[in-house]
């Protein structure tokens, strides 16, 4: 931890001296899961290209520079059927420093039993083309090179999938940006629940003012509804009682490793209280520095209630 400490520091001052860009390399055995590695640096926003050919290699660090902000964090995942590049790996990378692109070695491994037991699982055939267990000795002694020089091995054996993200986020010479983004929903419950919601509040215990006849054709995007749902009493209460529980959930779906989380706010016919108490969550959120887009389903439907 100390030598990894070490090198992040020295990374962090070289990279505000010298470069904007970061390439992560992702590779390693076969089977111990640098496909879930290559997600995790999607969710912390890399831009990311999966067996990339190697003669591409060092044409892509020039699309690297060439892209300005777009591409300033990137993961390229390597496996044994990019034999050459392994050869070639410390003149690629040279190249890559001679561009001023900070780079950083992630190698995968697992035990050998485990690697056994995968393949079989999912009755992948082993890149060598040779059997399993075979194939597994060989890539090992093939891999032998890049692994002595990696700046970091995960040993995945007895890894979860959100362990995995939060040790792939902890060996990053940068920092990572973890952001969960929240997606908000109104709907009118008449229309269905949205499919896709982590979690639904439902809102029709509010006073509603589709029978307030001066409220009855507006929505809850107008300020005099918002003022008639904001003003009772229940409506302040229970969005203390939302902005609680998720101040005490989001960091830990965070640090679960979850990158997207859908709300789903329901009244009657989606166009009023649901609208409302949807807004005022969406506020809460973006001043405590969540990305939040917020979805208002129903509130073109033609027939009110």
């Keep these: 931890m100390k030598q990894i400490n070490k090198k992040r520091k020295i990374f962090n001052r070289l990279q505000k001296k010298i470069s904007?860009?970061?390439?992560?390399?992702?590779?390693?055995?076969?089977?111990?899961?640098?496909?879930?590695?290559?997600?995790?640096?999607?969710?912390?926003?890399?831009?990311?290209?999966?067996?990339?050919?190697?003669?591409?290699?060092?044409?892509?660090?020039?699309?690297?520079?060439?892209?300005?902000?777009?591409?300033?964090k990137v993961a390229l995942g390597i496996d044994l059927r990019e034999g050459k590049f392994f050869k070639d790996l410390s003149k690629d990378l040279q190249k890559f420093k001679e561009k001023k692109i900070n780079t950083?070695?992630?190698?995968?491994?697992?035990?050998?039993?485990?690697?056994?037991?995968?393949?079989?699982?999912?009755?992948?055939?082993?890149?060598t083309g040779k059997g399993i267990e075979e194939g597994i000795k060989e890539e090992r002694k093939s891999l032998r090179e890049?692994?002595?020089?990696?700046?970091?091995?995960?040993?995945?054996?007895?890894?979860?999938?959100?362990?995995?993200?939060?040790?792939v986020a902890s060996s990053l010479p940068t920092t990572p940006e973890r952001n969960l983004h929240i997606s908000i929903y109104s709907f009118g419950y008449k229309y269905g629940i949205p499919a896709d919601a982590d979690m639904v509040w439902d809102v029709r215990f509010l006073p509603n003012p589709n029978y307030v006849p001066s409220l009855h054709h507006k929505t809850g995007l107008s300020q005099a509804v918002r003022n008639y749902v904001l003003k009772k009493k229940e409506a302040p209460l229970f969005l203390k009682k939302i902005f609680s529980i998720l101040s005490f959930c989001l960091p830990k779906y965070i640090k679960e490793g979850k990158s997207h989380l859908t709300i789903a706010i329901g009244c009657t016919g989606g166009r009023?209280?649901?609208?409302?108490?949807?807004?005022?969550?969406?506020?809460?959120?973006?001043?405590?520095?969540?990305?939040?887009?917020?979805?208002?389903?129903d509130l073109d439907h033609s027939e009110i209630l």
């Design 146 to 167: 890049i692994r002595a020089e990696a700046d970091k091995i995960i040993d995945t054996t007895n890894l979860t999938l959100s362990e995995l993200k939060e040790m």
């Design 272 to 297: 009023h209280r649901s609208v409302t108490i949807a807004e005022s969550l969406a506020s809460y959120l973006k001043k405590n520095e969540y990305p939040v887009a917020i979805h208002h389903r």
């Design 104 to 127: 950083w070695i992630l190698f995968l491994d697992a035990d050998h039993g485990t690697l056994v037991k995968r393949f079989s699982e999912t009755r992948r055939r082993h890149p």
């Design 20 to 72: 904007k860009f970061l390439c992560v390399i992702v590779t390693g055995i076969s089977g111990a899961g640098k496909s879930q590695a290559i997600k995790c640096l999607e969710d912390f926003e890399f831009f990311c290209v999966d067996n990339l050919p190697a003669p591409l290699i060092p044409k892509f660090a020039d699309l690297i520079l060439e892209s300005g902000t777009s591409m300033q």
